[in-house]
């Protein structure tokens, strides 16, 4: 009788050493995914502030890129009060708000980058170093795939668009009737 209940009384204390490490076990990984979120969440602004500095620094170096004898887009007569507010001028980041971010250049190119450049100082351009049909190859491979079909999609309102503008005369040749025999 004595050593059953002794091999019992062992089972139930081995039982409930293994439950209490287990659950000491089970504090400690929750303590410590605590402390790695505490860490995270106080690291946030720090890492918000590099993002903004980061996206700062990539503009001005576009801007340092462009020539510099071109009149900026402020002295140019152009009316964005019909603008969509997509398009209109919106503010950076409030450290770089005081510092003339006018694009240089008169060309198209340079105009629309420096708009979508100040909507969002992230995106970002790729190089085109090759001919059309591989630079667009590169860029289906880069984009998702909605993106592509909605620049598919452009690009055929865009054909048809410079096709209206240029439409085709049908040139009529006057074909020789055969003469009977």
């Known amino acids: 009788g004595l050593s059953s209940l002794s091999v019992s009384l062992r089972s139930v204390l081995g039982r409930r050493a293994a ?35 980061s996206q700062t620094l990539q503009l001005e170096a576009l801007q340092r890129k ?8 402020s002295r140019m ?9 997509a398009m209109r ?33 992230g995106k970002m351009f790729p190089e085109m170093k090759d001919d059309l049909m591989a630079n667009l190859k590169n860029m289906k491979k880069t984009m998702s795939p909605a993106d592509w079909k909605s620049f598919e999609s ?16 049908e040139e009529h040749v006057a074909i020789p009737a055969k003469k009977g025999t």
């Open 154 to 169: 452009w690009m055929h309102k865009w054909l048809l668009f410079e096709l209206a503008k240029n439409p085709k005369v």
């Open 19 to 53: 439950l209490s490490t287990l659950s000491i076990l089970v504090a400690l990984l929750i303590a410590g995914q605590a402390v790695t979120i505490y860490f995270v969440c106080q690291q946030n602004g720090q890492i918000s502030k590099l993002t903004k500095t």
């Open 89 to 121: 001028v919106l503010p950076l980041a409030p450290a770089v708000a005081d510092v003339d971010m006018a694009p240089v250049s008169n060309k198209t190119e340079d105009q629309v980058k420096h708009l979508l450049l100040q909507a969002d100082p």
């Open 77 to 85: 007569k152009m009316s964005m009060v019909n603008a969509p507010l």
């Open 66 to 73: 462009l020539p510099t004898s071109a009149k900026p887009v």
